[in-house]
Each structure stands twice: as structure tokens, then as C-alpha cells.
Nanobody
Framework: QVQLVESGGGLVQAGGSLRLSCAASGRTFSSYRMGWFRQAPGKEREFVIGISWSGGTTYYADSVKGRFTISRDNAKNTVYLQMNSLKPEDTAVYYC??????????????????WGQGTQVTVSS
């Protein structure tokens, strides 16, 4: 069982930056692949960015490539999302998620086993 708690959301102007954190409980954090998803009002939850168990592999949605980066500190049971050059279309609730499985795509919402409660990110124009 893993519990995830996001923090760091807020209001920022277009072009600005935010750093989200996701703190995980449990002793097996390093065995989970982690991802960040977001959901805007009236839209489906979508994949943003993900990272492998060791942090050696990362993968991005095209919409955030070059602007967002993900990292993890397994000693602190924490994954981070650094968001730069923010755009109004990045406005959404951002969710941290963990998956233990090996099959399927890490970009697929249904492949994740645990979710945080979400943190709001609002980018003003």
C-alpha cells in the first residue's frame, strides 16, 4: 500500500515556474514507477510525465517536452515535477500516481495503482 500526497501547486503567471512534490508513504517506494497526470475542467485525465524506478528513464507528453522535468529521490520517498515556461493551457489539477506493474503503457491512466489527492495549478495569461 502506498499513500501519495502532492504539494506545491498555486497560481503563476504565464512564463513562470512551479515545482510540485509528491511524498509517498511506505518502504517500497523505489519499486514503483511514478507518473504525473493532470485534469482540466471538463476534460479527461491525461498523462504528463513519468519516471522509472531508478530515475534513469523519463518519458514525456509532447505538450510538455522541453518545459517540464521529473525527478525522484528514493531516499526521501519523493518525486518532483519541475514546470517551466508555463502556459495557460497547463492549468489543471495535477495528480501524482504510482504503478507496480510491468505490462501495459506507463502513459495509461488505468495502469496506475495509487493516486494522490491532486494539487491545483493555475496559469494566468
Amino acid at each position: 500500500q502506498v499513500q501519495l500526497v502532492e504539494s506545491g501547486g498555486g497560481l503563476v503567471q504565464a512564463g513562470g515556474s512551479l515545482r510540485l512534490s509528491c511524498a509517498a508513504s511506505g518502504r517500497t517506494f523505489s519499486s514503483y514507477r511514478m507518473g504525473w497526470f493532470r485534469q482540466a475542467p471538463g476534460k479527461e485525465r491525461e498523462f504528463v510525465i513519468g519516471i522509472s524506478w531508478s530515475g534513469g528513464t523519463t518519458y514525456y507528453a509532447d505538450s510538455v517536452k522541453g518545459r517540464f522535468t521529473i525527478s525522484r529521490d528514493n531516499a526521501k520517498n519523493t518525486v518532483y515535477l519541475q514546470m517551466n515556461s508555463l502556459k495557460p493551457e497547463d492549468t489543471a489539477v495535477y495528480y501524482c500516481a504510482a504503478r507496480a506493474g510491468y505490462s501495459g503503457s506507463s502513459r495509461d491512466v488505468s495502469q496506475y495503482d495509487y493516486w494522490g489527492q491532486g494539487t491545483q495549478v493555475t496559469v494566468s495569461s
